[in-house]
Each structure stands twice: as C-alpha cells, then as structure tokens.
C-alpha cells in the first residue's frame, strides 16, 4: 500500500483508505484546533478504524495523539498528506524521530522521555 499516490493524495480518509501508517493532514472538518500543532502538520494513524468510525492519529510535532473522525456522518477531520517531493534519507542511529523523518517501516527504540512502562517489551527492544 502506498499512500502517495494520485488517487489518494488530498483525498478524504475514510474506512476505504485509512491505514496504519498512513501521513495524514488536518482536513475540511478538522475541529481541534492546534492539537495538531497547526495547519500543515503531518501526523500518522497508529490506532485502526474503531467501531465508532475514528482513526488513532500521532501528531509528532505536538507529541500528542488523537482520535479523528473518519468519514462518520459525512465528517472528515482528516486528509491524506501531499507527497513531499524529496525522499529524506533514513535518520541516522540516535537520532529523536520527528515529523520531518519518521517513515512507515523505520525501525526504533524508545527515547529517553519514554513513560509507558514495558509496553514495547522492554529497554533495547526494536520496533
């Protein structure tokens, strides 16, 4: 699945297309003001479609999830980020994952502000 391209680039996220993984922008319904650290940035659903029609969405530059309707009763507070026309390279080992590179498949440790208990399965495990 690729999430840039010309069929879904700009288009709503709703249940057909929403995918964890994919880079997504405030869209035409957005309503949670600059939770999401403020027009333009890109966030990335962590969380499936739920029975009530939301998506799990991390915004990284606010470092704040949130739960965003995905189609439910014709609102969509989310659309699918414009391609970037340059492909970053990977960061480098150590380096803090940001929006500017985190990237679908790109493996990581937790960080030092890291306050979820063993949820990752422990310090030095890769995910």
């Not at 297309?17 to 880079?23: D, F, M, V, W, Y």
């Not at 962590?46 to 189609?71: K, M």
Request: aromatic share 6%; proline share 6%.
């Amino acid at each position: 699945f690729n999430p840039h391209t010309e069929d879904f680039n700009g288009a709503n996220v709703d249940v057909s297309n929403a995918r964890l993984g994919l880079l997504v922008v405030r869209g035409r319904d957005w309503m949670s003001g600059e939770l999401d650290g403020g027009r333009g940035s890109v966030g990335v659903i962590i969380e499936e479609v739920d029975s009530d029609g939301r998506v799990g969405v991390l915004w990284p530059s606010t470092e704040r999830a949130h739960w965003c309707s995905a189609g439910l009763g014709g609102r969509y507070e989310l659309q699918v980020a414009p391609a970037t026309s340059e492909q970053a390279p990977p960061p480098s080992p150590g380096t803090r994952v940001d929006a500017s590179n985190a990237k679908l498949g790109l493996l990581v440790v937790r960080g030092g502000g890291w306050v979820s208990g063993n949820e990752d399965g422990g310090a030095g495990n890769v995910g």
